[in-house]
């Protein structure tokens, strides 16, 4: 069974340029995360799929950052425009449908903005 | 508001020694759940095991055993008999309520030959 796939793995942009993360999560998980690394710091949960809909965007830091998951399947994540406190490690994560499951995640984006 | 607290940054062992990575979480949910992820150099998060608030059994798996206390509101990870390829940073969290983690900031094991 293949796992979390994200593209691209890394990502250099220049400050107001947009960037489109791409997220596959595993096969028949309801559930999609979207987390970050900024440099230094901890994984910030930004926000949370069942399915097509958007459960909690709570973390999702301002509106320069529009998430989508069409269908309910893989799921993108813009920024636009980007900034320099954009630069880190985004992770995507997928969970079957309920409460309890375990989050399996991919190998993350690293973003670079310039 | 939910906290996950891993004190150790770094950790330097020498193989074969035994190392236990701290975690200590804060939550007012009275059911949530625990997790350790690790994280080799290749940067993807790894699942390793998951616990629930209302089971405080211990478990064990190979050279891994975690270490759950409520009263304490810790949980730890040990790894007995270190070896070069547990080098990684290894990452406690938490879910309450919600469905999202809160993670720790991660420990940074190195294993030297």
């Known amino acids: 069974e293949a796992g979390v796939t994200q593209f691209p793995s890394h990502s250099v942009i220049e400050k107001g340029q947009t960037v489109t993360l791409r997220c596959d999560p595993i096969s028949g998980h309801d559930n999609l995360y979207w987390y970050r690394r900024v440099m230094g710091k901890e994984i910030k949960f930004l926000l949370h799929f069942v399915k097509e809909s958007k459960q909690d965007e709570s973390g999702m830091p301002n509106n320069r950052f529009l998430a989508e998951r069409t269908g309910g399947t893989y799921s993108t994540l813009k920024v636009q425009p980007a900034e320099l406190e954009d630069s880190g490690v985004y992770f995507c994560?997928?969970?079957?449908?309920?409460?309890?499951?375990?989050?399996?995640f991919g190998p993350g984006t690293r973003l670079t903005v310039t | 508001a939910q906290k996950v607290t891993q004190a150790q940054t770094e950790i330097s062992v020498v193989e074969k020694e035994d190392v236990t990575l701290d975690c200590v979480y804060e939550?007012?949910?009275?059911?949530?759940?625990l997790f350790w992820y690790k994280q080799p150099p290749s940067g993807e998060l790894v699942f390793l095991i998951r616990?629930?608030?209302?089971?405080?059994q211990n478990e064990i798996s190979g050279r891994y055993s975690w270490n759950f206390q409520k009263s304490t509101s810790s949980f730890n990870f040990t790894i007995t008999a270190s070896q070069v390829v547990d080098s990684a940073v290894y990452f406690c969290?938490?879910?309450?309520?919600?469905?999202?983690?809160?993670f720790g900031s991660g420990t940074q094991l190195t294993v030297l030959p």
């Open positions: 994560a997928s969970s079957q449908a309920g409460g309890a499951y375990e989050q399996y």
């Open positions: 969290a938490l879910r309450g309520s919600a469905r999202q983690l809160t």
């Open positions: 939550t007012r949910d009275t059911t949530y759940y």
């Open positions: 616990r629930n608030s209302f089971d405080e």
